[in-house]
DNA sequence: CGCTTGACGATACTCAGTCTCATTTGCTAG
DNA sequence: CTAGCAAATGAGACTGAGTATCGTCAAGCG
């Protein structure tokens, strides 16, 4: 339910060939919500019985990745999910309760990461950011009953 | 290299056992400078024919992290690694070339979580935030010889 | 159309991390 | 100091994520 330039899109602007297990993952992605594991859409796949090879789910995974379509998150329990995205330096705001995610771009880090050079005298090269919370949605469900 | 109270001191502290092999895995971590991986742990114990069982080492590693006496960070490339480091809020500057970190404790994050809560309607709890450089030794080295 | 090459899927494999359970050991109460 | 008990250990089985191999297939192009 996101109106990002769709993954096929990307995929063929990127010159890489549209096959149907892509087609299949890609959709499989762009229909879930919150974030979501390979085996998440590995149990997908089967639940439709859309026939898409584990390896396959991996190869896609890995490679919208590169494309900068879907990112890689790190969960506070050390879990490795995925999160459908924009191609452009962001960060995620992720729903304990919910795992849904929302982007924020303005992230204020460049003033950090400049103050922490300083102070430290690393060259900062990257940054990684994740915020977790609940979000308005579970918020509201939770005030409501209990 | 830190004089960071001893990981024996808080797991005597917190009122664990001080047996012998989490004395062992200790000092593997203590004698350790950057980040390390259960792997490395393992590898170490072996080579010094320490004689502590895989398991051990894992249930050390959670312990000493539940502790806050170690904390576990994500690096980019999705590996699970651990530094041993303080007991209070703070982050991490990871040298991507050999792995040394430092820690940061203004983090200047309150205002940005204070912020993204405000735009998105979530109710942050926790951020994590990991920067990723290279260290002062490092780009020294780098400048001297190539 | 047919070719070429990248992609696929089945399957085997690796490796981190967990679990089980019989044995050992730190601690403490006596 | 010692006995006894709970907590911790270690060997090894197990799980599940992710990767590698390789014969087959099909997307895209002329
Ligand atoms: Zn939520
Ligand atoms: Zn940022
Ligand atoms: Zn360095
Ligand atoms: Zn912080």
Sequence with gaps: MTDIPTIV???DRAGYRLTEPRRKVAGLISRRDGHF???DLVDDARERRLDVGRATIFRALELFTELNAVERVDLPNGDHAYVECEPVHHHHV???QCA???????????AVARDVGR???F???S?????FGICPECQAA???HG
Tied chains: 1, 2.
């Design 100 to 110: 849904r995610t929302t982007e924020v771009e303005a992230c204020g880090m460049p």
């Design 123 to 125: 060259k900062i090269q």
């Design 119 to 121: 102070r430290t005298g």
């Design 142 to 144: 939770n005030s409501r």
């Design 9 to 11: 899109t990307v995929l």
């Design 94 to 96: 992720i729903c304990s």
């Design 127 to 131: 940054h990684r950011l994740e915020l």
């Design 37 to 39: 594991s390979a085996a």
